[in-house]
């Protein structure tokens, strides 16, 4: 026999077999940001812009990040936009499951959202998460709900909540502005102002926006469109005046 055949390629060739087996995420590729929600008089408001960023460059300027789940509830991601579809993809086997049951019953905004937290904290034991902070609301026997769950499974649920940047700027105005008995009119006008802070302060976001709402009477994400913006404030023209040792 051939020294050269008894060389260790065959067992070298299994252990690199069985790292490529598992593999984990270690940072996002194409990522949104933030998506803020709040509790109306009629139900919930969703919002969040359609900019999807590879690394620093904002790559993608038309990506949904709302969508509906089942007949009750509404959720908007930000983090990884494949993640988010894998999401997507557990959910509409959650809700077809519950439908095969034809039992008269449904999923409401609360289940789904106790269902996410499982998934999200079971695959960061996992030590391999699904990188998405996540929005769930939802309306079901006149009973308002809204929560959030972040990549790691801390959740909780209130009466306004945001993810990324958004939970550093827009939640002081939404604790300032907002109250129960908001009419749709008053809700959208709050989060285009959020929405407008979010655009002038983070870097991924766009200014194109995308807004879902839910009602006893069902879904509706409606079409996108733009803020109206203002760039000529002192602070925008000159940025560095008075900052010692700035160009």
């Known amino acids: ?21 598992s593999q984990r995420t270690l940072y996002p590729y194409v990522t949104g940001t933030s998506v803020v929600g709040i509790k109306y008089k009629d139900g919930i408001l ?35 936009i494949s993640d988010f579809q894998e999401i997507m993809r557990y959910l509409d086997e959650l809700i077809l499951y ?28 996992k030590f391999n998460p699904l990188w998405n902070s996540l929005v769930l609301g939802g309306v079901k026997n006149g009973q308002k709900y809204l929560g959030t769950v972040n990549m790691i499974g801390v959740h909780y649920e209130d009466d306004h909540v945001a993810t990324g940047f958004g939970n550093h700027l827009a939640r002081p105005i939404l604790r300032d502005e907002w109250h129960e008995n908001l009419t749709f009119e008053e809700g959208v006008k709050l989060l285009e102002k959020c929405m407008r802070v979010l655009l002038y302060r983070d870097r991924s976001a766009v200014n194109k926006l995308q807004i879902a709402r ?23 023209q000159n940025p560095t005046v008075g900052a010692e040792g700035s160009w």
């Open 1 to 21: 026999m051939n020294v050269a055949d008894s060389s260790p390629a065959p067992a070298m060739n299994n252990l690199l077999a069985s790292n490529a087996d």
């Open 46 to 80: 969703l919002a969040a812009d359609m900019g999807g960023s590879y690394g620093s460059t904002l790559r993608y300027k038309t990506v949904e990040r709302l969508k509906s789940v089942g007949k009750h509830s509404i959720i908007g991601a930000s983090g990884e």
């Open 98 to 125: 519950d439908n095969m049951w034809d039992d008269g019953n449904s999923l409401g905004p609360k289940e789904v959202h106790n269902y996410l937290t499982r998934v999200m904290y079971n695959r960061r034991n």
């Open 214 to 236: 839910i009602t006893q009477d069902g879904v509706k994400v409606f079409p996108p469109y733009s803020l109206k913006t203002f760039w000529n404030f002192n602070a925008f």
